[in-house]
């Protein structure tokens, strides 16, 4: 049983394709392969810009990343004669943030939130904000309209269903009735706001005021009357983006390296946008090691170098009889662990990168995976 | 284990001469995402937990990842034991909850478990752990904090505690939780909490561990980390090296195929000696396609050693495992949790 191949470079040919999500568990190239993409569907003509989360210094030095600003930079080299292009840009997190708050308030208003120290930690170590950030900035991106193909490397979350629900949860978060409540006291106070949210609230108001101290629910307070003029708006925004990735114009992209916890993930990840009707383009499995010599199992090859070993002599024969026992091993392994994931989603499409012996350090090393990508 | 003369090689067999395992009582096992945190981390507490010992290795992030290891059930939010170490020493196993670990907490100081459950029952758990994420590191380290400390009847509970920490991205973030809720709560119970769990974080009761592979990215995200820590007053402790591999190949060899000049017809003369067809599935021969893979072995190994080279400039001691075909089970943890102790961690 094998899984039907999938087609890199139709896939990004295809013009009426405007997004790319890259999304898999931690450590499975993720960054690598949004990087590898983007080049390939520059140099085949098309403008591209490539979002990147958290990207190795020396991938990101590939693709000309010298400066953190938040915007888009070009990257040279790519594109030829095709007339493609390529731009580059890591997510500075705290950035889009704070200029998500300068764009929708007042001078005044927006250094007040700025500097309150609530906000600071919510918009620098909140869980989702990343997420919540990344999905904005995507959403800026599309907007702006300089880029037929935008492609976005997802951040090294938890789980990455993360990528998906961390958005919503936060934007619930910031336009919830909670916080609002929170705030309240400062500007109702006394019975009547008793009244109106029950003693459970009251409860948990002054649990928390225990637990982290006054001055905490002094600057939420503070924080929720600034933002009083975005409300309801975070919510908005989060839909907003999470409804243009339901439209065909997008395609994800499952990345899974092949090892057991990779695998599931991704496994609960193509579910997950199954269910969300979310538009599923294949899975990526990267850093696969073939045998160089399918015919010859890895049993054989073992009892081969035994017996010649014990007739003396032809010890590289030997040593490479071994290293090929080994790889075949590794190969069968690993064939056996995503052959499981096809049994379990036999539809989706696949495409299988081999283990590169070094790492990746410019443009030639990107091309090249994005050759294996795109396949023979 | 054929290892290659002429390189050398800070191993497993050698670290523990040049350096002492710390003798810490809690554990944190870090590493980048994929290099098997989790496995080392449970190779270590069953090799601390050797000789009739006792052990509690516990994970935060909600992956039940030692359940899986194990081949046990999801962890509940309480001790279970999970292995039995080689003379009669235990392994524990805890996954902490941030919730459960939030009523915890309001239980424990303020007799609040009632309550705690009517907020349950409101999300309102959920909002205060969401509303600073800060809280939710120092319930989540306080946690292993108070396991670590423990003592019943004048005795400690625990005589090592490994926590499978959140990967190297994140692990200074996490563990500075000081720092982390200062710009929340500059007063109040939380600080004092934190500033204990800190306390301990910070003495030498603590060694903060980094699991790599010998690949470029994780050696580089492995010094990124260090350098992190170092800054931040965090008691860094070994290096553990998974998934090693040693070189096949004569070491002349070794050199000759980094050099490009490996000769195929060498192997070709072996494969016939031992009556195997020189022909390939695809009618190339299999000499070529045989010394092709050693090539792509030499070069691994050249990677490998280049890391090793770059780790050992740390100054740290190193613990090398070996790669394991896996699935991982317990049997090839025993057998890790082996070569730890004989390479001095105890």
Request: charged share 20%; net charge neutral; aromatic share 4%.
């Amino acid at each position: 049983m094998s899984a039907p191949q999938l087609d890199i470079d139709a896939l990004l040919k295809d013009p009426e394709l405007h997004i790319v999500v890259c999304c898999g568990a931690g450590g499975v190239g993720k960054t690598t392969t949004s990087a590898a993409l983007a080049v390939r569907a520059a140099d085949s003509g098309r403008t591209v810009v490539v979002l990147t989360i958290d990207p190795a210094r020396r991938l990101a030095q590939s693709l000309g990343l010298t400066q953190l600003d938040n915007v888009p930079r070009v990257v040279d080299g790519v594109g030829g004669d095709s007339g493609g292009r390529l731009w580059a840009m890591q997510l500075d997190m705290k950035r889009t943030f704070d200029e998500i708050v300068e764009a929708h308030s007042t001078p005044q208003r927006s250094s007040q939130i700025l500097s309150n120290p609530f906000y600071q930690s919510l918009s620098s170590s909140f869980a989702g904000t990343q997420e919540y950030m990344a999905m904005e900035k995507l959403g800026q991106l599309r907007t702006a309209g300089n880029w037929d193909l935008i492609i976005v490397d997802t951040p090294p979350s938890r789980s990455a269903l993360d990528f998906l629900d961390a958005p919503q949860r936060m934007a619930r978060f910031l336009d919830g009735r909670m916080l609002r409540l929170l705030a309240a006291p400062a500007k109702a106070g006394g019975r009547a706001y008793l009244k109106v949210v029950g003693a459970g609230f009251m409860l948990f108001s002054r649990i928390l005021t225990r637990i982290l101290g006054a001055q905490v629910l002094n600057d939420i307070s503070a924080f929720v009357g600034a933002l009083d003029t975005m409300f309801g708006g975070f919510r908005e925004r989060a839909e907003a983006t999470y409804e243009m990735l339901r439209r065909p114009g997008t395609a994800f992209l499952v990345v899974a390296s092949p090892e057991p916890d990779a695998l599931r993930e991704a496994s609960y990840f193509v579910d997950r946008l199954a269910v969300d009707k979310m538009p599923l383009a294949g899975l990526v499995v990267n850093r696969v090691h073939r045998s160089a010599a399918p015919g010859l199992s890895a049993q054989w090859a073992e009892a081969a170098a035994d017996s010649l070993a014990e007739a003396g002599g032809h010890e590289l024969a030997v040593a490479a009889l071994r290293i090929h026992a080994e790889q075949a091993t590794l190969a069968a392994r690993e064939r056996r662990l995503t052959q499981r994931f096809d049994k379990a989603h036999p539809d989706v499409a696949r495409r299988e990168v081999p283990a590169l012996a070094g790492d990746v350090h410019d443009l030639a090393a990107l091309r090249e995976i994005a050759g294996a990508l795109a396949g023979p | 284990m054929v290892t290659p003369a002429t390189q050398p090689r800070p191993a497993a067999e050698t670290a523990g001469e040049s350096a002492e395992f710390p003798a810490a009582r809690l554990h944190v096992v870090t590493g980048k995402g994929g290099t098997g945190k989790t496995t080392v981390a449970a190779a270590l507490a069953l090799a601390l937990a050797t000789g009739g010992r006792r052990t509690l290795l516990v994970e935060v992030e909600g992956r039940q990842g030692i359940a899986q290891l194990f081949d046990s059930p999801p962890l509940p939010y309480a001790e279970r034991r999970v292995a039995i170490a080689p003379g009669g020493g235990e392994v524990l196993a805890l996954a902490v909850d941030d919730e459960a670990a939030l009523l915890d907490y309001l239980e424990m100081f303020y007799s609040l478990r009632r309550a705690g459950r009517a907020l349950r029952k409101m999300g309102a758990i959920d909002f205060a752990t969401a509303i600073a994420p800060g809280l939710r590191d120092v319930l989540l380290t306080g946690k292993v904090k108070e396991a670590a400390t423990r003592t019943e009847g004048g005795r400690r509970v625990y005589d090592a505690v490994i926590l499978d920490a959140p990967p190297t991205g994140r692990i200074t973030k996490f563990l500075n939780v000081t720092a982390e809720v200062s710009g929340l709560a500059r007063v109040g119970p939380i600080k004092t909490q934190s500033d204990g769990v800190m306390a301990v974080l910070r003495s030498s009761q603590t060694a903060i561990h980094v699991v790599t592979l010998l690949e470029e990215m994780p050696v580089q995200e492995t010094m990124d980390a260090i350098a992190d820590l170092q800054a931040t007053n965090l008691p860094v402790g070994a290096v553990f090296i998974n998934a090693a591999r040693d070189s096949l190949l004569p070491a002349a060899d070794q050199k000759r195929a980094l050099a490009g000049r490996l000769a195929s017809t060498r192997v070709a003369a072996g494969l016939r000696a031992a009556g195997l067809d020189s022909d390939n599935h695809d009618g190339t021969s299999l000499a070529a396609a045989l010394t092709d893979q050693a090539v792509a072995h030499a070069l691994r190994i050249s990677v490998e050693d280049e890391s090793r080279q770059r780790l050992a400039t740390l100054g740290l001691p190193t613990y090398e495992l070996p790669l394991l075909p896996g699935p991982i089970d317990l049997g090839d943890l025993l057998e890790l949790a082996g070569l730890l102790r004989s390479a001095g961690v105890r």
